[in-house]
């Protein structure tokens, strides 16, 4: 079992900037893919950015390319989302995933893929 906690979330205007993340405790010896999805009210769930597990390959959503990134640290097992140049379509609960992988150049962008996630963190962006 993997036990992840989001942090960074909350208000901020138009063109601001945050830094979300993921706290990994439990079975962390394993290797995992890691994702951050979000989920807006009235709406499903969508992929926002993955990284594999070695961080060497990355995926993102077309709405947040050039303006989030994605890293990971595995001695500190925590995973970051820098979000800049945030817009208020940007405001969503903000979740973190981890699936188990073998493989060390591979990203998920599924919520099916993923077997872990984390509770959530809102994220508001005023205009």
């Known amino acids: 079992q993997v036990q992840l906690i989001e942090s960074g979330g909350g208000l901020v205007q138009a063109g601001g900037s945050l830094r979300l993340s993921c706290a990994a405790s439990?079975?962390?010896?394993?290797?995992?893919?890691m994702g951050w999805f979000r989920q807006a009210p009235g709406k499903e769930r969508e992929f926002v950015a993955a990284i594999s597990w070695s961080g060497g390959v990355s995926s993102y959503t077309d709405s947040v390319k050039g303006r989030f990134t994605i890293s990971r640290d595995n001695a500190k097992k925590t995973v970051y989302l820098q979000m800049n140049s945030l817009k208020p379509e940007d405001t969503a609960v903000y979740y973190c995933?981890?699936?188990?992988?073998?493989?060390?150049?591979?990203?998920?962008?599924?919520?099916?893929?993923?077997?872990?996630w984390g509770q959530g963190t809102q994220v508001t962006v005023s205009s």
């Open positions: 439990g079975r962390t010896s394993s290797t995992y893919g």
């Open positions: 995933a981890a699936r188990y992988t073998t493989s060390d150049s591979t990203y998920y962008t599924k919520t099916y893929n993923y077997d872990y």
